[in-house]
């Protein structure tokens, strides 16, 4: 989806889900920010987990209205986080002119603090890598989710947990950090470890044969959730999986 106008062009595309990002290009004047504005309206309206503002296209002079940033968080419990800030926007984020709006070095960092940002509803276990683990992480998990509410995922996210910190155990052979988040319509869980090499491994393809193990737990990890991904910084990488809360009703065929 686009939004044009005369100073600003807003793209918006889903990067995962409940989770929208916005890149901005042009200059951000006074008839700018009514375009940024009608772009991040359109962005929360569909009430996503949170939005993230790429700004690398955009350029900020010193007279730039920045508080339209500010305006468009405190009206939505949506996260609103900025990637690659110019001068202008730093030196906002340091006087607080842009509120509870966070900014972060790019859209992978922006990204990673939307999976980990302070919530109501976040747990976090840190486990060795022994092959304990797997079974202390789907306990930890398992618990959660009846304490939430969400005791229907209990297995499905039990064998994604179980993939992702066995995955860990099996050959990346570093600490790790499992992080469990019910954000909307989404629960997220995220593996971090300490290694930043390394690929998500691909899609599972057809279901495995039923005397086969493996590739059951990928298999699993694809059936189960909506959306997974892996998020690389110098100290390590975070793999993550969204699971939805509710499956999507659709209406029967007519």
């Not at 972060?104 to 683990?133: F, I, K």
């Not at 618990?143 to 990346?172: D, F």
């Not at 279901?207 to 493996?214: G, I, Q, R, T, W």
């Amino acid at each position: 989806m686009e939004v044009r106008g005369a100073d600003v062009i807003a793209t918006m595309s889903d990067i995962g889900p409940a989770v929208v990002v916005v890149a901005l290009r042009g200059t951000l004047t006074l008839r700018g920010s009514a375009e940024v504005r009608r772009a991040l309206a359109k962005c929360l309206a569909d009430d996503p987990a949170a939005v993230i503002v790429d700004l690398s296209g955009l350029a900020t002079p010193s007279n730039t209205p920045l508080a339209v940033f500010q305006a468009a968080a405190v009206r939505t419990k949506t996260i609103l986080a900025l990637a690659y800030p110019t001068a202008e926007i730093r030196s906002a984020a340091k006087t607080r002119l842009l509120g509870a709006v966070t900014v972060h070095e790019s859209v992978d960092q922006a990204y990673t603090y939307v999976l980990t940002a302070p919530t109501a509803r976040r747990s976090q276990l840190m486990l060795p890598p022994l092959p304990a683990a797997v079974r202390a992480a789907r306990q930890f998990t398992a618990e959660t989710c009846l304490r939430w509410g969400v005791g229907h995922l209990v297995e499905s996210i039990g064998a994604v947990v179980s993939e992702l910190t066995g995955n860990v155990v099996r050959h990346v052979r570093t600490s790790m950090v499992v992080t469990i988040a019910l954000r909307g319509d989404y629960l997220f869980l995220s593996v971090r470890d300490e290694r930043p090499d390394g690929d998500l491994p691909p899609r599972a393809g057809p279901p495995p044969e039923p005397d086969s193990l493996s590739s059951r737990g990928l298999y699993l990890v694809d059936l189960y959730t909506s959306a997974r991904g892996v998020i690389r910084q110098p100290e390590g990488k975070c793999v993550w999986a969204a699971l939805r809360v509710a499956p999507i009703c659709r209406k029967p065929a007519q």
